[in-house]
């Protein structure tokens, strides 16, 4: 607690500073070619990104929805190239941001299906077709465009089909306004459209939420029937993916400051910290989905310390096998798994060694991070177990206990001294490291503020957040663990 005396602070005096623009003239830009030279920020692997790599000269910043807005802000980048209804839904005004040019890429968006799945993507044409010959579609647009409160309540509150044939469908759910959670309940244009045609084809849909990067692997892997994420097509996707006609038009608009805009002043901050906790917590009862988050990441944290303690030991004894060959292709599995990223261990074993069994997204990850930490788990359990004297083994015979006793009454307490300080570095690593479990649809701490974040358009107070509870999680498993060390070391030996 001592240590937030420090660090708020700290962070109050980050979000009161801001940087200034690059030098550069950027109220002289007045086409796309004119961007040479300049810092762009836009979402990672969008097809904005593609369009601002074809610009020679232009430096491209790829990073989230929700730091977009705050890149120009502060400084990190010039300009910034996002969706135009996104845009106007920001309060630019307010963040002394102005939009230098609209109508950048004008673009659709389609929804994709598996290439031999034709049958499905042709169901859905139809319905688009007739959604838009009955007029029905441009009151639909309209509508959600004016006033999107009331669509998305509507929407929340409307029946839907029970039983039937079920669907799965991919979603990035930080697009606003086009898939987003709100007090909760997922909703947007997009998901409209989806729940107006499963209503008319009596299909029950799930609705599984995960990277936008991480989507195509899931239609082509089976862990999902149809994409629904705003996606345009590009000649890229359009190799592995089968598009629907599209359902939305679109297009870009470029953000910059606002020449009216000053530098913000300290006497503000209370104010703007109090207006971040409503809009980031309160408003729509956001705090939910971090305590919901917050959930995921327990128990996917507390499974793979489980799964990868058993792991672990399983892994040591057959190391330790007095058999050459069986401690070689433990050592072999062993070198092999610790060689890996867990982010790329993760997508493998979700996409590639699950990709056919309808296995959880969680419970994917809790091997996953079992079978990693399991790993590095087993290498600390053999140390320790080495670090005994083999005398202690002969001294247990002396005494006449069994082996299995002289392992649990002699040799085991003195393994633990040198086992629980290493095994506690790699406890906190393993809670820490469970923020990437967004990439697999399961939506944890980290990935729930980053829909808030993807909502609200304010990066740094929900990372400011989400941050903290990381740092006490790691607090509690480590003074949990340095009980323990205490209650297996001898007094004469602890500091």
Known sequence: MRALKFILPALLLFVSCRTEPSGQDIYAVESLDALSGFKVATGAGSSYDLMLSEIPGVEVVRIGVGELLLSVEKGMSDFCLMDATQAQMAHLESRGLEVRMSGIMKSTASAGFRLDDSDLCNEFNAFLAEFKESGEYDRWNSQWRSDCDSMAEALVSRPRPQGGRSIRVGVTNDIFPYIYIKDGNLTGMEVDIMEHFCNSAGIVPEYIAQEFTTLIPALNSGKIDVILSHMRVT???????????????????????????????????????????????????????????????????????????????????????????????????????????????????????????????????????????????????????????????????????????????????????????????????????????????VMDLTRAGDIIRSRTLDAFFPLIIVTIVYFFLSRIAGRALDALNRKVTPKSKTV
Not at 325 to 345: E, F, M, N, Q, Y
Not at 404 to 419: C, D, G, K, N
């Open 235 to 441: 000649e890229e996707r359009s190799k592995q993916v089968l598009f629907s006609a599209p359902y939305i038009d679109g297009g870009g608009a470029l953000i910059c400051k606002s020449p009216t805009s000053v530098k913000s002043e300290m006497a503000g901050i209370w104010q703007r910290l109090k207006n971040s906790i409503e809009r980031n917590l309160i408003r729509e009862n956001r705090w939910q989905m971090l305590v919901e988050g917050l959930y995921q990441t327990l128990l996917i944290s507390l499974l793979s310390i489980l799964a990868g303690t058993l792991i672990g030991i399983l892994l040591c004894v057959v190391r330790m096998s007095r058999r050459k060959w069986v401690a070689d292709t433990s050592k072999a599995v062993i070198d092999l798994v610790r060689g890996i990223p867990i982010l790329v261990l993760l997508m493998i074993m979700c996409y590639v060694v699950f990709a056919s069994s309808r296995l959880s997204a969680l419970w994917i990850a809790v091997l996953s991070f079992g079978l990693y930490y399991g790993a590095y788990f087993s290498e600390i359990f053999r140390t320790g177990m080495m670090s005994v004297d083999p005398g202690q083994w002969e001294a247990g015979e002396a005494l006449g206990l069994k082996k299995l006793q002289t392992l649990r009454l002699v040799v085991l307490p003195q393994a633990l001294m040198s086992i629980i300080p290493v095994f506690k570095g790699e406890v906190i690593a393993l809670i820490k490291g469970t923020s990437i479990v967004g990439y697999v649809a």
